[in-house]
């Protein structure tokens, strides 16, 4: 698609957060990648009130920093979550001191190293992926950061990493999950999560605004439809408390009860 305008904010801020949080795997699955849908978040980028928010309450690591760089000039890059939500899904993972974390949906791992280093020194992310290209780009940086022994990369589907993990016995024993990945599972990656949080733990859901598509999903768009039919879901789900916020692309956090 054509570039987003810069605005007035700072490039090397603009040029990583400009498109929000939308999920690389959407069509990898399939073998044919797609583009992903623009967005641009509720707060209009084009807005000095964005650019206030940013400049009011971003506090990035200078690791993360280089890592949303390097990102940024990745023919995907749109695809990477924002650098605020990120720092959100870290302060809540803070927050609940938290152990042990769950990432379905890595691409080059900025989310991740974020989570990575505010958790304990014997803290783990299992971070899910099918893609190892994009990751190679984040995981030289988690070793410069010093958290590379705390991030569990398991390239495969993430239902198969999420199989293993219940065999194993690992039921209710993670604090947080942070889902991002292809549209069209994600009621799955939400059960099985559901099924590995402790009670107490959180399940942040990406994308569930999806530009908002959510208004009107069409009966061809799976992606759309799924991710309707999941928020049609949790609004009646006794098993979490939520809340949509309204950052980014749309992100529901799922408390479990």
């Known amino acids: 698609g054509p570039e987003m305008p810069l605005f007035s904010v700072p490039k090397e801020v603009a040029v990583g957060t400009a498109m929000l949080g939308v999920a690389f795997a959407t069509g990898m699955l399939a073998g044919k990648p797609r583009p992903p849908p623009r967005t641009g978040?509720?707060?209009?980028?084009?807005?000095?009130?964005?650019?206030?928010?940013l400049d009011h309450s971003l506090r990035e690591h200078p690791i993360l920093k280089k890592l949303r760089l390097l990102t940024a000039d990745h023919p995907w890059s749109k695809m990477m979550v924002s650098c605020d939500q990120a720092q959100l899904m870290a302060n809540l993972v803070k927050l609940i001191k938290a152990k042990k974390v769950i990432e379905i949906g890595v691409f080059t791992g900025y989310n991740t190293l974020n989570m990575a280093l505010v958790l304990p020194d014997n803290g783990r992310v299992i971070a899910c992926d099918i893609n190892e290209d994009y990751v190679k780009i984040g995981k030289p940086l988690?070793?410069?950061?010093?958290?590379?022994?705390?991030?569990?990369?398991?390239?495969?589907?993430?239902?198969q990493t999420l199989d293993e993990l219940l065999a194993s016995g690992e039921a209710e024993t993670f604090d947080f999950a942070f889902i991002d990945a292809d549209k069209e599972s994600c009621n799955e990656y939400y059960e099985k999560c559901l099924r590995l949080i402790k009670k107490g733990g959180i399940i942040a859901?990406?994308?569930?605004?999806?530009?908002?598509?959510?208004?009107?999903?069409?009966?061809?768009?799976?992606?759309?439809?799924?991710?309707?039919?999941?928020?049609e879901k949790l609004l009646r789900d006794a098993r979490v408390n939520i809340s949509m916020l309204p950052m980014g692309d749309g992100v529901t956090l799922a408390f479990k009860l």
Not at 145 to 156: M, Q
Not at 205 to 231: C, E, F, M
Request: hydrophobic share 40%; aromatic share 6%.
């Open 41 to 53: 978040g509720i707060i209009g980028k084009s807005g000095p009130l964005w650019q206030y928010i």
């Open 142 to 159: 988690w070793k410069e950061a010093g958290v590379e022994h705390k991030i569990d990369l398991r390239i495969k589907p993430a239902i």
């Open 205 to 231: 859901i990406d994308n569930v605004l999806w530009s908002g598509r959510v208004l009107k999903p069409r009966k061809d768009d799976l992606a759309t439809q799924s991710i309707h039919h999941l928020n």
